[in-house]
Protein backbone atom coordinates (compact mmCIF):
# COMPACT_ATOMS: atom_id res chain seq x y z
CA UNK A 1 0.00 0.00 0.00
CA UNK A 2 2.86 2.30 0.81
CA UNK A 3 4.47 1.79 -2.31
CA UNK A 4 1.00 2.89 -4.26
CA UNK A 5 0.99 5.80 -2.37
CA UNK A 6 4.65 7.07 -3.16
CA UNK A 7 5.55 5.48 -6.38
CA UNK A 8 4.95 7.61 -9.76
CA UNK A 9 2.26 8.32 -11.92
CA UNK A 10 2.06 5.58 -14.70
CA UNK A 11 3.56 6.26 -18.18
CA UNK A 12 0.85 7.42 -20.50
CA UNK A 13 -2.13 7.33 -17.62
CA UNK A 14 -4.59 9.98 -18.53
CA UNK A 15 -5.36 13.19 -16.74
CA UNK A 16 -8.69 11.81 -15.43
CA UNK A 17 -6.71 9.01 -14.02
CA UNK A 18 -4.46 11.01 -12.93
CA UNK A 19 -6.62 13.60 -11.31
CA UNK A 20 -8.22 10.62 -9.31
CA UNK A 21 -5.13 8.71 -8.15
CA UNK A 22 -3.99 12.14 -7.26
CA UNK A 23 -7.02 12.79 -4.66
CA UNK A 24 -6.93 9.11 -3.67
CA UNK A 25 -2.94 9.47 -2.62
CA UNK A 26 -3.87 12.67 -0.81
CA UNK A 27 -6.90 11.30 1.17
CA UNK A 28 -4.03 7.74 2.25
CA UNK A 29 -1.16 9.84 3.05
CA UNK A 30 -2.55 11.13 6.74
CA UNK A 31 -3.97 7.52 7.78
CA UNK A 32 -0.52 5.87 5.93
CA UNK A 33 1.86 8.36 7.81
CA UNK A 34 0.06 7.74 11.44
CA UNK A 35 -0.36 3.54 10.51
CA UNK A 36 3.62 3.74 9.75
CA UNK A 37 4.76 5.76 13.09
CA UNK A 38 2.58 3.71 15.44
CA UNK A 39 3.90 0.47 13.94
CA UNK A 40 7.88 1.76 13.65
CA UNK A 41 7.30 2.66 17.77
CA UNK A 42 5.82 -0.59 18.15
CA UNK A 43 9.35 -2.10 16.27
CA UNK A 44 11.33 0.00 18.84
CA UNK A 45 9.80 -0.86 22.07
CA UNK A 46 10.17 -4.48 20.38
CA UNK A 47 13.89 -3.84 19.43
CA UNK A 48 13.18 -4.44 16.14
CA UNK A 49 15.68 -1.78 15.38
CA UNK A 50 16.35 -1.80 11.79
CA UNK A 51 12.92 -2.48 10.85
CA UNK A 52 11.57 0.56 12.69
CA UNK A 53 14.59 2.65 10.76
CA UNK A 54 13.17 1.39 7.50
CA UNK A 55 9.38 2.41 8.85
CA UNK A 56 10.72 5.64 9.41
CA UNK A 57 12.30 5.95 5.97
CA UNK A 58 9.09 4.89 4.33
CA UNK A 59 7.36 7.89 6.13
CA UNK A 60 9.95 10.49 5.31
CA UNK A 61 9.69 9.40 1.51
CA UNK A 62 6.09 10.44 2.27
CA UNK A 63 6.73 13.57 4.12
CA UNK A 64 10.70 14.79 4.35
CA UNK A 65 9.31 17.42 6.90
CA UNK A 66 7.93 14.91 9.68
CA UNK A 67 9.69 15.49 12.42
CA UNK A 68 8.21 12.49 14.22
CA UNK A 69 9.52 10.36 12.04
CA UNK A 70 13.25 12.14 12.10
CA UNK A 71 13.19 11.31 15.93
CA UNK A 72 12.11 7.84 15.31
CA UNK A 73 15.21 7.15 12.78
CA UNK A 74 17.41 8.62 15.04
CA UNK A 75 15.85 6.86 17.54
CA UNK A 76 15.81 3.75 16.14
CA UNK A 77 19.96 4.09 14.79
CA UNK A 78 20.70 5.10 18.38
CA UNK A 79 19.42 2.18 20.10
CA UNK A 80 20.63 -0.14 17.49
CA UNK A 81 24.45 1.43 18.62
CA UNK A 82 25.16 3.57 15.50
CA UNK A 83 25.43 6.84 17.04
CA UNK A 84 27.35 8.29 14.44
CA UNK A 85 24.41 7.27 12.17
CA UNK A 86 21.59 9.20 14.37
CA UNK A 87 23.62 12.13 14.84
CA UNK A 88 24.14 12.10 10.76
CA UNK A 89 20.48 11.63 10.25
CA UNK A 90 20.24 14.30 12.61
CA UNK A 91 22.48 16.90 10.50
CA UNK A 92 20.39 15.96 7.43
CA UNK A 93 16.75 16.67 9.09
CA UNK A 94 18.28 20.13 10.58
CA UNK A 95 19.80 21.05 7.39
CA UNK A 96 16.48 20.35 5.71
CA UNK A 97 14.43 21.74 7.66
CA UNK A 98 16.79 25.16 7.79
CA UNK A 99 17.62 25.13 4.17
CA UNK A 100 13.75 24.45 2.45
CA UNK A 101 11.19 25.65 5.22
CA UNK A 102 13.59 28.00 7.53
CA UNK A 103 12.74 26.36 10.76
CA UNK A 104 14.67 24.99 13.21
CA UNK A 105 13.57 21.23 14.33
CA UNK A 106 10.83 20.71 17.23
CA UNK A 107 12.21 21.11 20.33
CA UNK A 108 11.56 17.55 21.02
CA UNK A 109 13.64 16.38 18.39
CA UNK A 110 16.78 18.47 19.32
CA UNK A 111 16.47 17.05 22.88
Same mark, same amino acid.
Given at each position: ???????????????????? !??????? !????? !??????????????????????????? !??????????????????????????????????????????GVEPDQETVV
Open positions: MVDWVVAELPAGASEEFEAW !LLSHREA !LRPPM !LAALGQLCDVRIEQRQYPDAHTLARRQ !LLMDPYRDEAHRQQMKALYLAGDRSGALAAFERCQSLLREEL
